[in-house]
């Protein structure tokens, strides 16, 4: 990972464009609709730092090199993160191509060296994500306190929002009606969660690009990874970040069938097909087994 992505909240925030053209109406362009207050800067008052105090973020566009060196020089002396368009080696950050989906916000970034390849990824992901989405977002945003409050368990709490997330909360949410999605997601809190222990196996032996959209998800929905020595390290950077990794010495059946006891979801990594004698071992607990 060449460049870190990071998201900026923009409610009560400031930002600042400085300069004219069509890099500076493009960005313009970018903060409509949003809670943030933009300031537009030209001429002599963008080589003013005062003209920057307390922005978040500031994005300057010229064709006058002499105006993006006083504009730029101005907002870092400011101690604001500072985009100069078309120029990603003065940036202190560079511009994704953005989906939008209100709550919902996906971005793809190239560090400035392709924009046209980032806005074409950008098309094809944008097809794939509903317009609803941010509805969605928003729903579990509102419930967020009661869910947690309820379920304090991770893990629990993890697999009640899998499974709401495609049921009617969900659906009311994605058709606009906010106040049916709250009341259904309510009473789904309402009526408890038996958690379900699972273990996936899943062929870790590579290439990532060899896995099935299954196994992603089961990576990527995983509580807990029990992974093989000498496993594709691509595919386990498909799992989540704070998922629990297991030794090979924690990974035996008594422990797994501990852990979905608790109603974990472990992913099984093996660097080749998954042995049989697992297999069996895990049936004969009572563990509930699926193979990818």
């Known amino acids: 990972m060449d460049a870190f992505p990071a998201f900026f909240p923009l409610a009560g925030r400031t930002v600042v464009v400085a300069g004219e053209g069509p890099g500076a109406e493009a960005k313009l362009r970018l903060f409509e609709g949003s809670p943030a207050r933009v300031i537009r800067l030209a001429g002599e008052a963008a080589f003013s730092s005062k003209a920057y105090a307390g922005a978040a973020l500031a994005f300057v566009a010229s064709d006058d090199a002499s105006f993006i060196a006083g504009a730029a020089a101005a907002a870092r002396g400011a101690r604001v993160p500072v985009n100069v368009v078309d120029h990603p080696e003065m940036c202190d950050f560079t511009t994704p191509a953005v989906i939008d989906r209100g709550e919902v916000v996906a971005a793809i970034g190239t560090g400035g060296a392709s924009p046209m390849l980032a806005t074409l990824l950008r098309q094809d992901i944008e097809a794939r994500v509903p317009e609803g989405a941010g509805r969605v977002a928003a729903l579990f945003r509102a419930l967020q306190d ?139 607990l009572g563990v509930d087994v699926q193979a990818i």
């Open 146 to 284: 009661e869910v947690r409050k309820a379920l304090p368990e991770p893990h629990i709490r993890r697999a009640f929002l899998r499974a709401a997330l495609t049921g009617p909360a969900a659906q009311a949410a994605m058709a606009g009606d906010l106040e049916a999605a709250k009341a259904k997601l309510r009473q789904a809190l309402a009526d408890g969660v038996a958690p379900q222990g699972l273990v996936t196996f899943v062929s870790g032996a590579g290439p990532v690009d060899s896995l099935t959209l299954a196994a992603s998800r089961a990576l990527a929905a995983a509580d807990a990874l029990a992974a093989d020595d000498g496993v594709d390290a691509q595919v386990l950077g498909l799992a989540r970040r704070d998922a629990e990794r297991l030794g090979p010495d924690q990974a035996g059946p008594e422990q797994l069938s501990d852990l979905t006891l608790r109603g974990l979801h472990v992913v099984r990594v093996t660097a080749g097909p998954p042995s049989p004698d697992e297999l069996r071992d895990l049936a004969e």
